[in-house]
């Protein structure tokens, strides 16, 4: 539950408010072609990995620590992440589309750290215990959409298995032809139970995974301050 030290430079320092975490369980073998050479599905006790579906608010974003991008570095996003290993032991997500409506970010993501964002048309709202996250693809795959209602409850332990989900301290990508791992820290999430009232998603099916089961219970958080650490190559 506690992030390893930081290698090198912090390059973004981010706040990540007013995120829910949506959990489905898939078997390894249905999504191992996703993943960049060098990786592969990190599997739980239970002989299964999963996917998440996780919309939020990004509040702020940094570069390094002090230099704040007021415009670009606030926005709602919601991202299809896998779970990832590598030889070097490091345990986190691959991401196979993150939603955005701000374009400078897909475009900046996309060419420097291979990062797949895309480009759509957001909303989060809030009324007293309810928040409601809405996303309407612009670019690519016009029109794929994801709407997740949620109430959110008391504050929660996690499980083990929620702790293995939650606690991640990087990300898998794939630049110009090698497979790199972004680290990044935060603190530990406060989480509560989110009641999904509201559920329609095409993200999972567009970004290669499709799932069967009920999803695990959500989980929300009013969130964490996370910073990234210098890219290390894998392969």
């Known amino acids: 539950m506690t992030a390893p030290p930081l290698p090198g430079p912090v390059l973004f320092d981010q706040f990540w408010a007013d995120l829910t975490f949506v959990h489905w369980p898939v078997r390894p073998s249905s999504v191992a072609h996703l ?3 060098g990786t592969r599905p990190d599997v739980f006790d ?14 702020h974003t940094a570069v390094s620590t002090s230099l704040r991008l007021p415009y670009f570095g606030r926005f709602a996003e ?6 990832s290993t590598d030889d070097a032991g490091h345990h986190g997500v691959l991401f196979r589309s993150l939603e955005t409506p701000r374009l400078a970010v897909v475009g900046f993501t996309r060419v420097v750290l291979g990062v797949p964002y895309t480009w759509a048309k957001m909303r ?3 009324r007293d215990d309810e928040i409601s996250y809405s ?7 016009r029109g794929l959409r994801s709407t997740l209602t949620v109430r959110i409850g ?3 332990t996690p499980t083990p298995l929620e702790v293995w989900l939650t606690a991640r301290w990087g990300a898998h990508t794939r630049k110009a032809g090698r497979t790199w791992w972004v680290p990044n820290e935060h603190c530990e999430w406060p989480l509560h139970e989110a009641e999904i009232l509201e559920l329609e998603d095409d993200l999972r099916a567009a970004g290669g995974v499709v799932t069967t089961d009920a999803p695990l219970r959500g989980l929300f958080s009013p969130g964490v301050r996370a910073r990234f650490g210098r890219p290390a190559l894998v392969t």
Request: proline fraction near 11%.
């Open 35 to 37: 993943f960049p050479p």
């Open 46 to 59: 239970d002989g299964l990995t999963y996917v998440a579906l996780v919309p939020f608010t990004m509040r």
């Open 78 to 83: 919601t991202n299809i992440r896998l779970y």
């Open 124 to 126: 989060v709202s809030r």
């Open 135 to 141: 996303s309407v693809r612009r670019w690519p795959q």
């Open 154 to 156: 008391d504050e929660v």
